[in-house]
């Protein structure tokens, strides 16, 4: 559902506002006097050298804290800013401007700027959520309900994935947070599941040994926790098995694929059928048939 925004009551709320802000700048121009604006630069000097210190005791406790440094750039950003409103406001005072109007100017135009960009506003929430709660990193290959691929930029509205054929997509937070992620590198390892198929023939410890042979031929294959080859279904012309094995995320298809001609290799060698389905056709003679 799209939120609307009233232009002609936007626009007179603006006029009202801007009528507040002639007005205060006429009464209070007035009433400034030497000693206000001495005041008011003694103010300011010492907001700024506050906002120094402040800043300098936030990178330091940023610096001790688990955050990532993207992330802790942006939480400097903001309180920057915050710090930066409030000593305007404050010097604004001094000088005996009334900083209500201003206040109310500032929440017209941010409910008008908000309305506009809901949406960024919104994949700025993702991104906050993400840089928080870390469900991946920088170099992270992730499945996600848009697309997978190498996690290669994390920014407050957008992802950058590298895929697999060399496109670089860019996810919106905001669909990120509220769909699913899936992880394959933060654990560091990945289980294979390779499904093969061997003649009612062969008895499944021969199969199961030849399928161990194989593995045992391939490089990157973890030893623990130790392969598996188990039977999962019998089908119409063969008995399926599934071989299962870990091995480490930088060399996990290598490995997958190794294994698979490994087990072929190896059921040849062992003389092992490995079943495909047959069509069998019959031939009729037409002509015969017809005398008999």
């Excluded at 802000?21 to 003694?42: D, F, H, N, P, Q």
Aim: glycine share 8%; aromatic share 6%.
């Amino acid at each position: 559902m799209e939120n609307t925004v009233d232009t002609g009551a936007l626009l007179e709320e603006t006029g009202d506002a801007a009528s507040l802000v002639e007005g205060w700048m006429k009464a209070s121009w007035g009433m400034l006097s030497v000693e206000k604006i001495l005041w008011a630069a003694a103010l300011l000097a010492v907001c700024l050298l506050l906002i120094r210190l402040v800043m300098g005791l936030v990178r330091r406790l940023l610096s001790r804290s688990s955050l990532e440094e993207r992330t802790g750039r942006y939480v400097q950003q903001g309180v920057r800013t915050l710090l930066y409103v409030l000593t305007a406001l404050m010097v604004a005072g001094s000088l005996g401007i009334d900083v209500t109007s201003l206040v109310a100017l500032v929440g017209v135009f941010g409910l008008a700027v908000s309305l506009a960009v809901q949406d960024v506003l919104s994949n700025l929430a993702g991104g906050m959520v993400l840089l928080f709660s870390k469900p991946f990193t920088l170099g992270d290959y992730v499945a996600t309900e848009d697309g997978e691929g190498v996690v290669e930029e994390i920014t407050l509205t957008h992802t950058k994935l590298d895929t697999v054929d060399g496109q670089r997509v860019m996810l919106p937070n905001s669909r990120l947070v509220a769909g699913k992620i899936v992880n394959y590198s933060v654990r560091g390892v990945r289980r294979a599941d390779l499904a093969v198929s061997a003649s009612y023939d062969d008895s499944a410890g021969a199969v199961r040994a030849s399928c161990l042979r194989a593995l045992s031929r391939v490089p990157g294959i973890l030893e623990e926790p130790p392969p598996q080859v188990v039977v999962s279904a019998y089908g119409e012309s063969a008995v399926a098995y599934r071989v299962r094995f870990w091995a480490s995320t930088e060399v996990f298809w290598d490995a997958h694929n190794a294994a698979l001609e490994e087990v072929r290799a190896c059921f040849k060698e062992d003389g092992i059928t490995m079943t495909y389905n047959h069509l069998n056709v019959h031939l009729v003679d037409e002509k015969n048939t017809k005398e008999k």
